[in-house]
């Protein structure tokens, strides 16, 4: 099985700063294959970015993503109040097929 | 635009089965991958499995034993059952389409509490 770890847990920024998101594999997964989403409070998590730098339909060019291997980056540029929410990376391997990682908190310092 | 309603009780009693159905509108549920995922109060999130239109299934190993999720392409949809539920399967149930080994499109969520 895959492990993703997720750091930091919680990140503490100002609008209009820089967010930076690790996502670590425990091996190495392909980049067609690693996703991360949006979630906040209530409400179900939101596809974010896949293929590890594509953005989904409708996204933000401030949301970007990078890496390869077994790291992997979700930078958001410029902070909106509306970006503070739980980020989640989450890849495809063999079994189980699908996992994530633990979550980042993003909240507003 | 195609939409997911999850449907189902909201308590289960601890051993008997959780079941969910997930409906899905404005879009044929004949293509694409169809997903369950569900996420404990205040925790990760945890792909259950997932169903072909054809019936083809692959499970989480950890649930493995206790998951059948099967489909119903007459309705438009897919559904959930768990068997011998604890309290650690208390959870929002999320369904969700597969496109592209990510979800794109998910359920509101419903929360399933196992408790006598």
């Known amino acids: 099985e895959i492990v993703l770890t997720q750091s930091p847990g919680t990140l503490s920024l100002s609008p209009g700063e820089r967010a930076t998101l690790s996502c670590r594999a425990s091996?190495?997964?392909?980049?067609?294959?690693l996703a991360w989403y949006q979630q906040k409070p209530g409400q179900a998590p939101r596809l974010l970015i896949y293929?590890?730098?594509s953005r989904a339909t409708g996204i933000s060019d401030r949301f970007s993503g990078s890496g390869s291997g077994t790291d992997f980056t979700l930078t958001i540029s410029s902070l909106e109040p509306e970006d503070f929410a739980v980020y989640y990376c989450?890849?495809?391997?063999?079994?189980?097929?699908?996992?994530f990682g633990q979550g980042t908190k993003l909240e507003i310092k | 635009q195609v939409q997911l309603q999850e449907s189902g009780p909201g308590l289960v009693k601890p051993s008997e089965t959780l079941s969910l159905t997930c409906t899905v509108s404005?879009?044929?549920?004949?293509?694409?991958?169809w997903t369950w995922i569900r996420q404990p109060p205040g925790k990760g999130l945890e792909w259950i499995g997932y169903?072909?239109?054809?019936?083809?299934?692959n499970y989480n190993p950890s649930l493995k034993s206790r998951v059948t999720i099967s489909v119903d392409t007459s309705k438009n949809q897919f559904s959930l059952k768990l068997s011998s539920v604890t309290a650690a399967d208390t959870a929002v149930y999320y369904c969700?389409?597969?496109?592209?080994?990510?979800?794109?499109?998910w359920g509101r969520g419903t929360l399933v509490t196992v408790s006598s």
């Open positions: 404005g879009g044929s549920i004949s293509s694409y991958y």
């Open positions: 989450q890849q495809y391997g063999s079994s189980p097929r699908y996992t």
């Open positions: 169903i072909f239109y054809s019936g083809r299934t």
């Open positions: 293929g590890s730098s």
């Open positions: 091996q190495s997964v392909s980049s067609t294959y």
């Open positions: 969700a389409r597969e496109v592209s080994w990510n979800f794109d499109l």
